[in-house]
C-alpha cells in the first residue's frame, strides 16, 4: 500500500510540474518593453496581493521588511523599465554619499560644490534622456540639416525619482533635514514602488522619518487605502482609459474631420482625461502606501473646482507644483525683488515646468500660457485688491471657476497635441466650424461617451464630504464586507477595460 502511494505521489508531482508552463514562469522575472508592469496591469494585482502577505509577515521584522520592500521596488523598476533600473540604484548611492559629505562639511563653498555635483548628476542624466533628440533636432531645424532622432530609450518616471533625490540634497544643504544615515533607508526611500513610476514627488523629510515607524495598519487606515485604490482603478480604467480610446484619441489625432463641437468636447474629454489618469496614479500610489502603514501628503485637491488660475496650482499636482515654488521659485529670487522680477521668476518657473513634462516645445508653450496667466491674474489682484475674509457670491464663484475651467482647457489643447499645427487646427474648428445641428448627433452617436463626460464631470464636481462619508462607511465595514467590494470593483474594472493596456500618461515623464 506504502509503495502504491508513493508512486501516486510521484506520479502526481510529474503532472504538476508538467503542467507548469515554463515560458510564463520566465516572463515574471524578464522585461518586457511592450507590457511594462504598471498599477492597471492584472500582473501586478497579482503579484501585490503576494507582495502584501509576505509584508504583514515581516511586521514585527522591521530589517527583513524594509529589504523586502526595496527588493520589490527594484523589481517593480525593472519590469517597468528594464535595466534603467541601475540609473536609479547609482542616483541612490550618488546622492546618498553627497548627503553624507553635506553633513560632514561646513565651509560653504564645498557645501554649494557638492549640491551642484548633485545636480549635475541629476539634470545631466535627465537633459540627456529626455531632451538631447529635442535639441539636436532644433539645432537641425535651424540649420537645414538632415536629423535621424538617437535611439534614446527615456525610462519611466525619471523626472520624479531625480526630482526627489535632488530635493534631498537642496534640504540638506539647506539644514532643513540631516543627512540619511544609512544607504539602506536612502535606496528605501528612493526606490518606494507606489510613487516611482509618475509620482507624487515625495520628499525625504516627509518620508525617511517613517520608514523605521512601527508598523501598524488600522482599521481606519485600511479603510482609506482600499478606498483610494479602488478610486484611482476607476478614475483609470472607467473613465480615464474609455474615453481615451474611443473618443479623444481620434479628435487629436485628425481634428479636420470633426465638427467644432466634436473638437470642443475632445477638449473637454482630455481636460477629464489628463485629471483622471494622473490622480487615479496618484490614489493607487498613496493607497497602496497606506496599505503598507506610511502616508503621503495629498497630491489633487478637486483642481476644476478652482476659482483662478493661482488656485489651480494649489490644488493640481500639488507635490509638483510646491517642488517648483521651493527649488525653483524660491531660488531664483521669488518675490523678494521687486514686481518685475517677481512676474519674471514666476514665468520662467512656469516655462521650466513646462519643459519638464516632455521634449517638445508644445510643453513650453503649455508652461509660458500658465505662465501668462499667472501674471495676469497676480497683476489684477494687485489693481483689484481682495480682503481675505471676503468671499465671492455663488453666481460670481460660478462665473470664476468657469472662466478658469476653460482657461486650463485650452492650455490643455497645446499640451495633448502632437503639433503645433493640430492645435492650431483645433482652436480654428471649434471657433469658426461650431454647428448647432452636430451636437444632437454627437449625444446619439457617442451616448457613452456622452454619459461618461457627464458622470465624470459631476464625480469631480460633488462636495468632498461625499467622499469623506463613503471613506468612512468602508473604514467601519467588516473586513469581509471591505474584501467583497473590492472584488466588485475589480470585475467591474476588468469589464470594462480595453483590450490593450493603455499606459499612465505622466509615466512617460
Not at 42 to 62: E, H, K, P, Q, T
Not at 215 to 243: N, R
Not at 276 to 298: E, N, P, Q, W
Request: charged content about 15%.
Amino acid at each position: 500500500m506504502w509503495i502504491e502511494w508513493l508512486n501516486n505521489m510521484k506520479t502526481g508531482a510529474i503532472s504538476f510540474w508538467e503542467s507548469i508552463d515554463v515560458s510564463k514562469v520566465v516572463d515574471l522575472f524578464v522585461y518586457d518593453g511592450q507590457n511594462p508592469l504598471m498599477f492597471n496591469t492584472g500582473l501586478f494585482l497579482f503579484l501585490f496581493v503576494g507582495f502584501i502577505w509576505i509584508y504583514r509577515l515581516l511586521a514585527r521584522r522591521d530589517t527583513l521588511r524594509i529589504y523586502f520592500v526595496i527588493l520589490f521596488s527594484l523589481y517593480f523598476y525593472y519590469k517597468s523599465s528594464g535595466l534603467c533600473f541601475l540609473l536609479l540604484l547609482f542616483v541612490a548611492l550618488s546622492d546618498y554619499s553627497l548627503g553624507r559629505l553635506l553633513g560632514w562639511v561646513s565651509w560653504k563653498w564645498m557645501r554649494r560644490f557638492f549640491v551642484l555635483m548633485s545636480m549635475a548628476v541629476n539634470l545631466g542624466m535627465l537633459c540627456y534622456f529626455k531632451y538631447t533628440n529635442l535639441l539636436l533636432g532644433t539645432i537641425a531645424d535651424f540649420t537645414r540639416e538632415p536629423f535621424e532622432p538617437l535611439d534614446i530609450v527615456l525610462p519611466i518616471g525619471i523626472s520624479f525619482f531625480t526630482f526627489r533625490s535632488l530635493s534631498y540634497i537642496i534640504d540638506v544643504y539647506r539644514r532643513q533635514m540631516s543627512p540619511v544615515t544609512s544607504l539602506r533607508d536612502y535606496v528605501f526611500y528612493l526606490s518606494f514602488f507606489p510613487p516611482l513610476a509618475a509620482g507624487p514627488v515625495v520628499r525625504a523629510k516627509d518620508f525617511v522619518p517613517q520608514i523605521h515607524r512601527p508598523l501598524e495598519i488600522t482599521p481606519m487606515l485600511l479603510g482609506e487605502g482600499l478606498f483610494l485604490v479602488m478610486c484611482g482603478l476607476i478614475k483609470k480604467v472607467v473613465i480615464s482609459d474609455y474615453i481615451s480610446v474611443n473618443f479623444v484619441d481620434r479628435i487629436f489625432d485628425n481634428p479636420m474631420l470633426y465638427t467644432g463641437f466634436e473638437n470642443l468636447m475632445g477638449v473637454y474629454g482630455y481636460t477629464l482625461q489628463i485629471y483622471c489618469d494622473f490622480s487615479g496614479y496618484s490614489d493607487m500610489a498613496i493607497g497602496i502606501t497606506l496599505l503598507m502603514g506610511y502616508r503621503f501628503k495629498i497630491n489633487f485637491d478637486s483642481p476644476y473646482k478652482s476659482g483662478s488660475i493661482t488656485e489651480f496650482w494649489r490644488r493640481w499636482h500639488i507635490s509638483l507644483s510646491s517642488w517648483l515654488r521651493d527649488y525653483l521659485y524660491i531660488s531664483l529670487g521669488g518675490n523678494r525683488r521687486g514686481k518685475v522680477r517677481t512676474y519674471f521668476n514666476l514665468f520662467i518657473t512656469m516655462v521650466l515646468g513646462g519643459l519638464w513634462h516632455g521634449a517638445s516645445w508644445l510643453f513650453v508653450i503649455w508652461g509660458a500660457w500658465h505662465g501668462v496667466l499667472l501674471i495676469v491674474h497676480k497683476v489684477y489682484r494687485r489693481i483689484f485688491p481682495v480682503a481675505k475674509d471676503d468671499r465671492p457670491g455663488i453666481i460670481r464663484h460660478f462665473f470664476h471657476v468657469l472662466l478658469t475651467f476653460h482657461v486650463v482647457a485650452a492650455g490643455w489643447i497645446f499640451f495633448r497635441s502632437p503639433s503645433l499645427d493640430v492645435a492650431g487646427q483645433i482652436f480654428t474648428q471649434i471657433f469658426t466650424n461650431f454647428r448647432s445641428e452636430a451636437i444632437p448627433a454627437f449625444v446619439s452617436g457617442y451616448a457613452v461617451i456622452f454619459v461618461a463626460l457627464i458622470v465624470g464631470y459631476l464625480l469631480h464636481f460633488a462636495p468632498h464630504r461625499w467622499s469623506q462619508w463613503l471613506q468612512r462607511e468602508l473604514s467601519w465595514s467588516p473586513l469581509v464586507v471591505k474584501a467583497a467590494i473590492l472584488a466588485l470593483v475589480l470585475f467591474f474594472v476588468l469589464q470594462v477595460r480595453s483590450s490593450e493596456l493603455v499606459p499612465f500618461i505622466y509615466s512617460q515623464f
